[in-house]
């Protein structure tokens, strides 16, 4: 898998979801106040992105048994809905934040 720049992608899912990237928010974790950063966090994944999700869609994510790899997927209520995937070897996290970021750039054209 290539090298993402999560960076880049914390900021593209936070404006998504109509977030300000230039400010801190109110998202509260270990170390106090601080901008969601989506590809560390499936609570900051929850709170912000799903409510932004199209209404019916499914969200699966799940880990591989055979090799070190978290999948992501989610599709619109139909079968013939198109789905929009993601994987990683790091976290379930990131998986779901590179599904999220195919939704956005297949829906967005």
């Known amino acids: 898998m290539a090298e993402i720049d999560t960076q880049a992608l914390n900021k593209k899912l936070a404006e998504w979801a109509g ?3 230039t400010i801190t928010f109110e998202f509260e974790d270990e170390y106090g106040y601080c901008r969601p950063f989506f590809t560390n966090s499936l609570d ?3 709170k912000w992105l799903v409510p932004k ?3 019916g869609c499914n969200v699966l994510i799940y880990k591989d048994c055979d ?4 999948y992501a997927k989610i ?3 139909y079968l013939d809905s198109p789905m929009f995937k993601g994987d990683s070897n790091e976290s379930p996290a990131l998986a779901f934040s590179k599904a999220i970021e ?5 829906t967005s054209s």
Not at 67 to 70: A, D, I
Not at 102 to 106: G, T, V
Request: hydrophobic content about 45%; charged content about 25%; glycine content about 4%.
């Open 75 to 77: 599709q619109g209520f």
């Open 102 to 106: 195919r939704l956005i750039d297949e």
């Open 67 to 70: 090799r070190p790899t978290f």
């Open 44 to 46: 900051a994944c929850f």
């Open 53 to 55: 999700l199209p209404t």
């Open 19 to 21: 977030l300000d990237w």
